[in-house]
């Protein structure tokens, strides 16, 4: 198993940007993808970006597009999502997650393994 650790977060005016963390208990090469999701309160949990972590091949959903950089940082056993443009509709509770073997698609959250605690992403005036 593996344990995620996130940082990151906090609040910013619609336009700016953040950056998020999360930091694995093994190394991250060694997992079939990891991924963003968010769920904003009164909503399910979605998924923003994921990342392949054989090859570094990256995907987004719509809202994502554009705006966030999902990377990974082998040597430091690290997940970042860049987030720039944000806007006040991209407020929501983030969470990094892996997969560690292939069990589906990695951008629904039914088939992650491991969950960071979370890590709250405020965008208002």
């Known amino acids: 198993q593996v344990q995620l650790v996130q940082s990151g977060g906090g609040s910013v005016q619609p336009g700016g940007s953040l950056r998020l963390s999360c930091v694995a208990s093994?190394?991250?090469?060694?997992?079939?993808?990891m991924a963003w999701f968010r769920q904003a309160p009164g909503k399910s949990r979605e998924g923003v970006a994921a990342?392949?972590?054989?090859?570094?091949?990256?995907s987004y959903t719509d809202s994502a597009k554009g705006r966030f950089t999902i990377s990974q940082d082998h040597a430091k056993n690290t997940l970042y999502l860049q987030m720039n443009s944000l806007k006040p509709e991209d407020t929501a509770l983030y969470y990094c997650?892996?997969?560690?073997?292939?069990?589906?698609?990695?951008?629904?959250?039914?088939?992650?393994?491991?969950w960071g605690q979370g890590t709250l992403v405020t965008v208002s005036a």
């Open positions: 093994r190394n991250t090469y060694h997992t079939w993808c």
């Open positions: 997650a892996a997969q560690v073997s292939y069990g589906g698609a990695c951008l629904n959250p039914a088939f992650m393994d491991a």
């Open positions: 990342i392949l972590s054989g090859g570094g091949t990256a």
